[in-house]
């Protein structure tokens, strides 16, 4: 390997450029090459962060010039740059889903378990400080027995329509963080139970989709665990969870800017607006995440999520579909 970590990256969209930051901000590494099938969009990252620029994404798949690729580009490639990748005997972090076909998740799935290659899933909010430092108190015994995990997640408000028209639905693009995070607590869940809403907006339910859920999870020891999912929220973006066991009860509330409260005559304990964009909230667990993924790549373990964890993340986003559509308990197995 050379002194520095070369590292590839596919995808120059608001995540790819993320993982750029987040790649150029580290010491020991670099931005080697850059790739978009928009060749304007890895131009103007390269210039940004470094590395060269192509509109080819299977040419950075050259092991003589880089030691790890980061999979950002839209979902449908995500399966065949995850096989060149292990090809290429190159670790790869690939964002989720892993890709909204179970079909094809399984063409690969035997090829990935025997792969010796790090395959890295990018469900990031496993390493938001806030949700991590609860997994770790209940790993380590501090509530007992879990027993409800309660999981809230509402954005500020809908993507655009051309994303949403091409995300899998709400099940499979937002809830799937949610059921990562919930396999993160339990990781063998045996049924799903999901409804899904259409509260406000016209356009979501005329992509038949939905803009609102609630989704209830069984777990193999009957843990249970509840979540629920918006596309708005006025307040700002959303994000709760709650632990609780028999011996205690682990809670993450939302995220202001600071702890400043303001008390005066008409009000007291008035906080400042609970943050109101997804890169505000979890750019601490993006950067976290791909730190992960040097430790993973030097044999160090780590909470990544890996191929088989965006496998069942998406089992569980189509048995919620299913649900939702038919009113019925759908069982799962792992």
């Not at 590292?7 to 750029?20: K, P």
């Not at 065949?80 to 690939?94: F, K, N, T």
């Not at 990935?112 to 209940?138: C, E």
């Amino acid at each position: 390997m050379a002194d520095a970590l070369r590292v590839g990256l596919i995808g120059t969209g608001r995540i790819g450029v993320v993982h750029a930051k987040s790649v150029a901000s580290t010491p020991g590494v670099q931005l080697a090459v850059v790739a978009d099938v928009f060749l304007e969009g890895a131009e103007k990252t390269a210039m940004e962060f470094g590395g060269r620029a192509t509109s080819d994404p299977y040419s950075v798949f050259d092991k003589s010039k880089i030691d790890a690729v980061i999979v950002a580009s839209p979902t449908a490639t995500h399966i065949d740059l995850i096989e060149a990748a292990i090809d290429s005997g190159i670790p790869v972090m690939c964002e989720k889903p892993i890709d909204l076909d179970i079909s094809r998740v399984d063409s690969l799935r035997e090829k990935a378990a025997a792969s010796t290659v790090p395959i890295v899933l990018g469900f990031n909010r496993r390493f938001d400080p806030h949700f991590n430092s609860v997994h770790k108190k209940f790993t380590a015994g501090e509530i007992g027995k879990l027993e409800q995990l309660i999981i809230i997640s509402r954005d500020p408000a809908p993507a655009t329509n051309e994303y949403l028209a091409v995300s899998g639905g709400i099940f499979r693009d937002m809830t799937i963080h949610d059921f990562d995070m919930a396999r993160f607590f339990v990781p063998n869940i045996v049924s799903v139970t999901a409804n899904g809403f259409n509260h406000f907006s016209k356009d979501i339910k005329d992509m038949d989709d939905f803009d609102g859920t609630s989704v209830t999870l069984r777990g193999h020891n009957d843990e249970l665990i509840s979540i629920t999912n918006s596309r708005h929220a006025i307040f700002g973006f959303d994000q709760r969870l709650e632990a609780f066991g028999d011996k205690g009860m682990l809670r993450v509330e939302n995220v202001t800017d600071t702890t400043v409260r303001f008390f005066g005559e008409d009000a007291v304990e008035v906080k400042d607006p609970y943050q109101n964009f997804f890169l505000q909230r979890y750019m601490d667990s993006y950067r976290l995440e791909w730190m992960a993924f040097i430790s993973k790549i030097n044999g160090e373990a780590t909470d990544s999520p890996t191929f088989e964890d965006g496998r069942a993340a998406l089992v569980l986003a189509n048995a919620a579909l299913e649900s939702a559509r038919t009113g019925k308990t759908i069982q799962v197995s792992e």
